[in-house]
Structures are given as structure tokens and as C-alpha cells.
């Protein structure tokens, strides 16, 4: 009987560790998220107006979904390439 006890303790602990584990994945995503917001400095220039921001995303999101969807990427990625090389060459000062 306390066997049986010990295992059900044990799977509920790695249950519980699984869901953090998620849980903390999750948050760490959303903390990267932000991180990008505050770089492009889209928190203070649209004075954290968030129903503007939420419709640049939506506006982004549907282009995304629209038939030139492969090539907004391309574009996307490009430019955000582009200033993730020029901040990193800030921050060596080359």
C-alpha cells in the first residue's frame, strides 16, 4: 500500500515538473517577446498605446496569411537580419 503511495507521489511530482517546465517555457517566450518590442521601440513610441500596437500585430499577422505570405517573410527576416547585425555592431563598436 505505501509503495503504490510513493509511486502515485512520484508520477504526481513529475506530472507537476513536466507542466512547469512548460510553464516556464512559455513565460521565457513571452519575456523574448517583449524584449523585441522594447528593441524596436514600439512600448514608447506609439505611448504604449496597446490597442495600436495589437492592430500593427493583427495587421502583420494577416499579411502573413495573405497569398504573398512566403515573400513578406523573406522581406521580414531580411530587415530584421539586418538591425539584429547593425545592434550587435553597436554594441562592439564596429
Do not use: H
Amino acid at each position: 500500500m505505501a509503495t503504490r503511495y510513493r509511486l502515485e507521489a512520484a508520477k504526481t511530482r513529475t506530472d507537476m515538473r513536466e507542466w512547469q517546465v512548460k510553464r516556464r517555457e512559455r513565460t521565457r517566450q513571452l519575456i523574448e517577446l517583449g524584449g523585441l518590442l522594447a528593441k524596436a521601440d514600439l512600448v514608447e513610441l506609439p505611448d504604449d498605446d496597446r490597442a495600436a500596437l495589437y492592430s500593427a500585430f493583427l495587421t502583420v499577422a494577416a499579411k502573413l496569411r495573405g497569398p504573398d505570405s512566403a515573400q513578406a517573410l523573406v522581406l521580414f527576416r531580411r530587415k530584421g537580419g539586418r538591425a539584429f547585425e547593425a545592434e550587435q555592431g553597436k554594441e562592439t563598436g564596429l
